[in-house]
């Protein structure tokens, strides 16, 4: 069964930090690229970063370039999101996505993690 367990959310007032975690388990984790998404209210979900499975590679989207920085740790199995100069229009639920090296479409899904800044 596969498992992605995202943590690290929580409540932080504008210009903080956050370091969110996602722990897979079920699937070799170092063929399976990685992203993070977030969801805001009344908003689609929306792509965040990417990393590629060898950790080679990385994409962020223009609204966070220069603030966040995916990461991973394939001996641990574990994809990172370090958030920094947070604003409000950060705030969302933050997933992080699984998706087999050489595919199109992310597979596999947490349950998320409430991300909330305060002004």
């Known amino acids: 069964q596969v498992q992605l367990v995202e943590s690290g959310g929580g409540l932080v007032q504008a210009g903080g930090s956050l370091r969110l975690s996602c722990v897979v388990s079920?699937?070799?984790?170092?063929?399976?690229?990685m992203g993070w998404f977030r969801q805001a209210p009344g908003k689609e979900r929306a792509f965040v970063a990417a990393i590629t499975w060898s950790g080679g590679n990385t994409y962020y989207a223009d609204s966070v370039k220069g603030r966040f920085t995916i990461s991973r740790d394939n001996a641990k199995n574990t994809v990172y999101l370090q958030m920094n100069s947070l604003n409000p229009e950060d705030t969302a639920v933050y997933y992080c996505?699984?998706?087999?090296?050489?595919?199109?479409?992310?597979?596999?899904w947490g349950q998320g993690t409430q991300v909330t800044v305060s002004s």
């Open positions: 079920g699937l070799t984790f170092r063929i399976y690229d």
């Open positions: 996505a699984a998706r087999l090296r050489g595919t199109a479409d992310y597979n596999y």
